[in-house]
Nanobody, 125 residues
């Protein structure tokens, strides 16, 4: 059973960088034909896909967040991470990590089958 767990600070100050890590168990992030995504949900709003990293380490980002987003991985720890720079209160959200698999895995966003429980990050001074 694949499990994902988000971790990181729950409070970030405006203009700082939000950093989160997703630890994957029960499967390897280097397994072929998989991608690993970050998604967020601001309070009272819908889900927003932020970006993902593929099994070979290539990345793809939402155009609206590309300038502020970076996704990386540590294969030795079976983890992938999110960095979001220059945060504002509008970046307050529950942040999720998820696995992308299936026939549409190459989209990096369609076909999420395993999700973390999510972690609330509040941007406030």
């Amino acid at each position: 059973q694949v499990q994902l767990q988000e971790s990181g600070p729950g409070l970030v100050k405006p203009s700082q960088t939000l950093s989160l890590t997703c630890t994957v168990s029960g499967g390897s992030i280097t397994t072929s034909y998989l991608a690993w995504s970050w998604i967020r949900q601001p309070p009272g709003k819908g889900l927003e896909w932020m970006g993902a990293i593929g099994y070979v380490g290539n990345t793809y980002y939402s155009p609206s967040l590309r300038s502020r987003t970076s996704i990386s991985r540590d294969t030795s720890k079976n983890q992938f991470s999110l960095q979001l720079t220059s945060v504002t209160p509008e970046d307050t959200a529950v942040y999720y990590c998820a696995r992308v698999s299936g026939s549409n895995w190459y989209t990096f966003r369609y076909g999420m089958d395993y999700w973390g429980k999510g972690t609330l990050v509040t941007v406030s001074s």
